[in-house]
């Protein structure tokens, strides 16, 4: 019998190369929307067909952060109201912030930029949707430089990494900003996470594989359009950087604006005539194949 040598096998990095892609999380596997596509295409349209009203707005000032809560089963709305603007958005779930945005399970399971249909997920251990993306007026796709709109794999920009590659002190930040409404809600630092990118258009270098910006093509009038699965605290910072047309700490004063926030209840029992519901935690039992005995703190567990 001839034995090949192993010389003669393809090495594992060739075996990579040479491999195509395999989509990790097959999107038709996910339990439906409650409710089904037909209500979710209702959606886009709820308040102009008078399917829901509109009970409350506020507008977040530039440079700065606002705080709202959106119960199960409303909608809102982040307007594009007086000039281009990108916003950095937090999402907890109203009655345990500990229930929080998870950008990374978000990104793996739909996207790197998020549009309508996609879902909003919560973090481990309850891994559920907490919002979903019913509108999105840019519909931008992505260009020639593998740039999109709402993204999931930037953070916000934050006074740490610029203290970091500066060494000066910099407070008017995302992050900076989150943390001052993050505080008003009865919340901390600790609590401000990665964000949806808002109306944000980015991408990676083809050369270098380098997180970039490009000035975002919202203009006044397009809005993105959530409905809150479960209840929801909300807070978003417009950003320092404007349309993100100048480079954080590239030089040059960039243009800011406010954006509005609106929130929509849906008439009493439409959603509910549909099947809708709110969502509920991952039904995983959580025991993490630990069958045996562990002793935490010198007593069994």
């Known amino acids: 019998m001839k034995i090949e040598s192993m010389s003669q096998q393809p090495s594992r990095r060739e075996i990579a190369r040479n491999a195509k892609p395999m989509v990790c999380y097959a999107v038709e596997n996910l339990p439906p929307k409650k ?48 000039g281009p603007q990108v916003a950095d958005m937090n999402c907890w779930s109203l009655r345990n912030p500990h229930e929080r945005f998870y950008t990374s399970k978000t990104r793996q399971i739909h996207s790197t930029h998020l549009t309508t249909g996609d879902r909003l997920w919560s973090n481990m251990p309850y891994l559920r949707p907490m919002a979903t993306i019913i509108e999105d007026t840019i519909a931008y796709g992505f260009d020639d430089d593998g740039a ?93 950087q404007g349309d993100v047309s100048v480079a954080c700490g590239g030089g040059g004063e960039p243009r800011t604006y406010p954006l509005t926030v609106e929130i929509y209840k849906p008439n009493e029992g439409w959603l509910e005539g549909w099947g809708w519901s709110s969502s509920e935690v991952s039904g995983y039992g959580g025991d993490h194949g630990l069958t045996c005995n562990i002793v935490v703190d010198g007593a069994p567990s």
């Open 35 to 82: 409710g089904g596509d037909g209500l979710y295409a209702s959606l886009r349209t709820a308040a102009t067909d008078g399917n829901a009203s509109l009970v409350s707005s506020l507008v977040i000032p530039p440079c700065d952060a606002r705080s709202w809560e959106v119960p199960a089963g409303h909608i809102w709305r982040i307007v594009c109201s007086h």
């Open 148 to 240: 999109g709109v709402h993204d999931v794999i930037g953070s916000r920009c934050d006074p740490y990494t610029h203290n970091l590659m500066t060494g000066e002190n910099k407070n008017d930040c995302c992050h900076s900003n989150l943390v001052r409404a993050a505080l008003r809600d009865g919340l901390n630092e600790m609590d401000v996470h990665d964000v949806l990118n808002v109306f944000m258009c980015t991408g990676f270098t083809r050369d270098t594989n380098q997180y970039f910006a490009k000035p975002s093509p919202v203009e006044v009038g397009d809005y993105i359009e959530f409905i809150a699965e479960i209840d929801l605290l909300v807070s978003a910072s417009t950003c320092p």
